[in-house]
C-alpha cells in the first residue's frame, strides 16, 4: 500500500490564483481530513469527511473548498489565494471501525507559498 | 474547548538516556489519544493509540500512558539514539464521536546528542 499520496509536494502561487491539493488513499478509509500546519500554530483542521458524498467544516475552513466522490480521493481547493494560506497542507485518513478506529495516517505534505 | 499542552516545547539529551514527554488535555472526555513524531520536512508518522479504556500502549522501546481523570499522557523513550531526534505530537480525540475533529498539541522538538 501506498498510504495516503498527496501531490503537489511544493507549490508557489500569486496572490488571487486558484489552485487544487490533490490526496488520494489505498486503504479503504472512511474518513479523510485536510489539515494545515503553521510555525508556532500546531495543526488546524480544515475540513473532513467521514465518507464518499459527505464532508464538514473544520476549524479554519474560509478560503478552502472540498468534495469527496470517491472513499479514495479527497481534493482541497483553494480559491483567489491569499498570504495567509502560505502553509503546509497535510492530508490524512483513518478507518471508522475496528481495533485501531481513529488511528490517523497522514500524507507527506504540501508546502504551498503564496506570493 | 479542548486544549491540549506539551511540555517541554524543546528537549536535549544525550544519546543513551531514558526521557519522557509529556501532553496535558482539559477535557477528559475523550475517545482516543495518538501520539505522532514528525521529522523536519516530512508529515506525521504514528507511533502509538491508546483508545480511552485503556492505560498503556507498547512498541520497542516507546510507552504511552493514559490518565483520563487527570487529563495526562506521557510518551517514555527507552535508551534514546540520535535517529529518535524528531518532533513529537499527541492529539485526542473527543468522545462525542470516533470520526472527526482531532486536537494536536504543539509538539516537543527532541534531539538526542551521539
Known amino acids: 500500500n501506498a498510504g495516503v499520496t498527496q501531490t503537489p509536494k511544493f507549490r508557489i502561487l500569486k496572490i488571487g490564483q486558484s489552485m487544487t491539493l490533490q490526496c488520494t488513499q489505498d486503504?479503504?478509509?472512511?474518513?479523510m481530513y485536510w489539515y494545515r500546519q503553521d510555525p508556532g500554530m500546531g495543526l488546524k483542521l480544515i475540513y473532513y469527511?467521514?465518507?464518499?458524498?459527505?464532508?464538514d467544516k473544520g476549524e479554519v475552513p474560509n478560503g478552502y473548498n472540498v468534495s469527496r466522490s470517491t472513499t479514495e480521493d479527497f481534493p482541497l481547493r483553494l480559491e483567489l489565494a491569499a498570504p495567509s494560506q502560505t502553509s503546509v497542507y497535510f492530508c490524512?485518513?483513518?478507518?471508522?471501525?475496528?481495533?485501531?478506529?481513529?488511528?490517523?495516517?497522514f500524507g507527506e505534505g504540501s508546502r504551498l507559498t503564496v506570493l | 474547548k479542548q486544549e491540549v499542552t506539551q511540555i517541554p516545547a524543546a528537549l536535549s539529551v544525550p544519546e543513551g538516556e531514558n526521557l519522557v514527554l509529556n501532553c496535558s488535555f482539559t477535557d477528559s472526555a475523550i475517545y482516543n489519544l495518538q501520539w505522532f513524531r514528525q521529522d523536519p520536512g516530512k508529515g506525521l508518522t504514528s507511533l502509538l493509540l491508546?483508545?480511552?479504556?485503556?492505560r498503556e500502549q507498547t512498541s520497542g522501546r516507546l510507552n504511552a500512558s493514559l490518565d483520563k481523570s487527570s487529563g495526562r499522557s506521557t510518551l517514555y523513550i527507552a535508551a534514546s539514539q540520535p535517529g529518535d531526534s524528531a518532533t513529537y505530537l499527541c492529539a485526542v480525540r473527543p468522545a462525542e464521536t470516533s470520526g472527526s475533529r482531532l486536537t494536536f498539541g504543539e509538539g516537543t522538538q527532541l534531539t538526542v546528542n551521539p
Open positions: 490524512a485518513s483513518s478507518l471508522r471501525t475496528g481495533p485501531n478506529t481513529g488511528e490517523l495516517f
Open positions: 491508546i483508545q480511552s479504556s485503556q
Open positions: 469527511s467521514v465518507g464518499a458524498g459527505i464532508t
Open positions: 486503504m479503504n478509509h472512511n474518513y
